[in-house]
């Protein structure tokens, strides 16, 4: 069936099949005239940029988000390994598959996948939904709701972007809210609220990699806090996304759009991987255990989390466990449907999963290829102490943005940019502050990071469809934040 929405996952078939014949055959020009061109041996340069410039060419072409990062992944490592292609690729593909983190992962989004599955089972998704009912009243206030409890959610990010999408969807869609909408807002409070609150999955993570890169003398999450007042992207989304949610600041861009069909009584686009939750497949319970056997799984995820040192791994397996025994004590449902909810779960993040996946195995190319490298050396010449943090921010979210890892990227880059700042006596808080904004705005504007990802699919929204919603509020926040790091620098230098 064909659809002429103009967020739709592919083109119709009435436009012919064309298009995706000329894309390739650009594609197979630009690598195959790039891989002649360049000297084997010598560095890549510029050609660096090249495969994450096709993913985005082909993702804004056909508005897929996988084949996008295939097709980029597979052109930079034909420009790396022309001669042993299929090899490398096999190689490579098990390296990243074989990786601590992807491992890592797949179990951690897996289960938090089974772990929501349960949830709305059981009917608890439901009961939290016809709780907030009673304490929401309208469109801006159900906004505001999700703003403010996705700031609660601060341990980690993935937590934020499932638990708070699949939690309130229901009560945005009684007002008519776009599931894009909802996907900005609980994408702006994941990565950039996470790196405001030092008891974070992200502060403990960047803690370590400053205090191992000898960024100071002491203790790394004292300079991690130190860096807060400074994490400019991460205020500036935050603040949008409040004036967002209270109604403040009006819709734009392709948001409009997809506002402008959810009034109309769509909120659900066309393609996505959802459908509208209905009130009579969930058992009947009374509405306060309802409430509480959606609460108390949370507050077992969240302080399991905390307990085994911020690690939403061994949290989430606390949580599940304990959600199955509440679940079968209370006879809510029965032992093998609950199984069948935790691997369904699992089906369902398989895109998520694959997505990522392939945003390693590109992250992987372009290192070899030294895109980072490239982008710090090229601009390192014009730097001065005063333009430090506007640059910094602005080379690192453009290189996070295009390989999709805001934490991968930043372990080859904080040895090169830390030692930088030192030489030329710049503000350390101020020049973290820069380094964790950019990190944030690469997970928040990508449309194939992590937490965006996440975010869509919690949501019930397509990456693409999410990704050309947001990108514009990002781009903004971007800006913004470019001007404020540019007025720092020379304020305190």
């Not at 340069?45 to 993913?55: E, Q, R, Y």
């Amino acid at each position: 069936m064909s659809t002429s929405h103009p967020f739709a996952p592919s083109l119709p078939l009435e436009r012919g099949q064309l298009k995706p014949l000329a894309l390739l055959a650009t594609i197979i020009a630009i690598v195959g005239g790039l891989t002649l061109y360049h000297e084997p041996g010598s560095e890549f340069g510029w050609i660096s940029l090249v495969p994450s410039g096709l993913v985005l060419l082909v993702a804004l072409t056909t508005r897929r988000t996988l084949e996008a990062l295939v097709a980029g992944a597979l052109s930079g490592l034909f420009m790396l390994q022309p001669q042993s292609y299929i090899g490398e690729l096999a190689d490579i593909s098990l390296s990243v598959m074989m990786d601590e983190t992807i491992a890592w992962l797949i179990l951690v989004v897996g289960l938090m996948g089974g772990f929501i599955g349960m949830l709305e089972k059981a009917g608890c998704t439901l009961s939290f939904s016809h709780f907030m009912q009673r304490l929401v009243k309208s469109r801006r206030q159900s906004l505001l709701w999700t703003s403010v409890l996705g700031m609660l959610i601060f341990i980690d990010d993935y937590l934020n972007a499932l638990a708070i999408s699949s939690s309130m969807k229901r009560l945005t869609d009684s007002y008519k809210v776009s599931r894009e909408k909802l996907a900005y807002i609980v994408d702006s409070t994941a990565a950039p609220v996470c790196i405001l609150v030092p008891i974070s999955t992200w502060a403990v993570y960047f803690a370590e990699l400053l205090e191992s890169n000898g960024a100071t003398d002491g203790n790394g999450m004292w300079l991690y806090i130190e860096s807060i007042p400074y994490m400019v992207y991460g205020w500036v989304a935050l603040g949008m996304v409040l004036l967002v949610a209270g109604g403040l600041m009006p819709d734009f861009g392709p948001m409009k759009a997809a506002e402008a069909r959810a009034k109309a009584g769509q909120p659900i686009p066309d393609g996505a991987p959802d459908e509208p939750l209905e009130d009579e497949k969930a058992p009947q319970v009374h509405p306060w255990m309802g409430l509480f056997n959606f609460l108390a799984p949370m507050v077992v995820l969240i302080g399991a989390s905390a307990y085994y040192d911020i690690d939403l791994l061994m949290g989430t397996i606390v949580a599940t466990l304990f959600t199955l025994v509440l679940f079968l004590v209370q006879r809510l449902s029965t032992f093998d449907a609950l199984m069948d909810s935790i691997l369904n779960g699992f089906r369902i993040m398989m895109l998520p999963l694959a997505i990522v996946a392939a945003g390693f195995v590109l992250k992987d190319i372009n290192e070899q290829l030294g895109m980072t490298e490239f982008m710090i050396e090229t601009l390192t010449p014009y730097l001065t102490v005063a333009i430090l943090p506007m640059v910094v921010f602005i080379s690192m979210a453009i290189v996070v943005f295009a390989t999709g890892s805001s934490w991968g990227v930043f372990v080859i880059s904080i040895p090169i940019v830390i030692p930088i700042a030192q030489h030329m006596e710049a503000p350390m808080p101020l020049v973290v502050g820069a380094l964790l904004s950019a990190s944030s705005f690469g997970s928040h504007a990508c449309f194939f990071s992590d937490s965006s990802v996440l975010s869509s699919q919690g949501s019930g929204c397509l990456p693409m469809q999410h990704a050309l919603t947001q990108i514009p509020y990002a781009a903004l926040g971007a800006v913004v934040a470019s001007i404020v790091f540019l007025i720092l620098g020379f304020a305190m230098t």
